[in-house]
């Protein structure tokens, strides 16, 4: 079982700490190719998922290494963006 995901290639959103790194380390044990993207600073392609040319140049950097993704792991926190009501101080998601 040590080499389950040898030659898969794996990219986790939010991998760089907590459950992401976790997530990470056990797929690199069983033999993944592991990406990681995360808005903190580090070894792994440092970038923020909302930012639209930020998300192809990782795309792009991890096609042109790879050639493709097998497995998404989707673990980045969601930014709860909303708007203001008018005459009320609460904050709606969009």
């Known amino acids: 079982m040590e080499n389950l995901f040898e ?5 986790v ?3 760089a ?4 790194h976790c997530i ?3 797929f690199r044990k069983v033999g993944a190719r592991v990406c990681v993207i995360d ?5 792994h392609f440092v970038g923020d ?7 192809e140049c990782f795309v792009k950097e991890v096609i042109d290494k790879h050639g493709h993704v097998d497995y998404l ?3 980045a926190l969601p930014l709860m ?8 101080s609460s904050v709606l998601p969009c």
Do not use: F
């Open 7 to 11: 030659q898969k290639v794996v990219v």
């Open 24 to 26: 990470a380390e056990q």
């Open 73 to 75: 792991i989707n673990n």
């Open 49 to 55: 998922i909302a930012d639209k040319q930020t998300l």
């Open 81 to 88: 963006k909303g708007h203001e009501c008018r005459g009320h």
């Open 17 to 20: 700490q907590g459950i992401g």
């Open 13 to 15: 959103t939010g991998g």
């Open 39 to 43: 808005k903190r600073e580090g070894s």
